[in-house]
Nanobody, 124 residues
Framework: QVQLVESGGGLSQAGGSLRLTCAASGSTFNYNAVGWFRQAPGKEREFVAAINWSGGTIEYEDSVKGRFTISRNNVKNTVYLQMNSLKSEDTAVYYC?????????????????WGQGTQVTVSS
C-alpha cells in the first residue's frame, strides 16, 4: 500500500515562498500522474497543479500560473510544489494525490491515493 505524506507547509507573509514536498512510502513512486489540490474552509477541494510520470505534461490552475511550479523526482519518490508570490487567497490545506492508472487529470475523484494534507497560511 502506498502512503503519501506532505510536508513543507507553514505560515508565510504575502509575497513570500513555500516549498511543499510529497513523499511516497510503502511502494515505488511510479504514478502515472500526481496532482496537488487544496481546500480552504467552507470550500470544496480544488485542483492546483498536476504532472505526469515523465514530467513532460504539466497543468496548472489559472490563478497559480506563473507563481507555482510542480516537479517530480522519481528516483527520490518525491513531488514538489514551489509556491512563490504567495497571496492570502492561497491559504488552504494542500493535498498530494496520485494515480496508478490513467493519464493526467484535474478531477479529484480520479485519483487513487491521497495524503493527509499540509496547512499553508498566508498573512496579508
Amino acid at each position: 500500500q502506498v502512503q503519501l505524506v506532505e510536508s513543507g507547509g507553514g505560515l508565510s507573509q504575502a509575497g513570500g515562498s513555500l516549498r511543499l514536498t510529497c513523499a511516497a512510502s510503502g511502494s515505488t513512486f511510479n504514478y502515472n500522474a500526481v496532482g496537488w489540490f487544496r481546500q480552504a474552509p467552507g470550500k470544496e477541494r480544488e485542483f492546483v497543479a498536476a504532472i505526469n510520470w515523465s514530467g513532460g505534461t504539466i497543468e496548472y490552475e489559472d490563478s497559480v500560473k506563473g507563481r507555482f511550479t510542480i516537479s517530480r523526482n522519481n528516483v527520490k519518490n518525491t513531488v514538489y510544489l514551489q509556491m512563490n508570490s504567495l497571496k492570502s487567497e492561497d491559504t488552504a490545506v494542500y493535498y498530494c494525490a496520485g494515480r496508478t492508472v490513467g493519464y493526467l487529470t484535474r478531477a479529484r475523484d480520479e485519483y487513487d491515493y491521497w495524503g493527509q494534507g499540509t496547512q499553508v497560511t498566508v498573512s496579508s
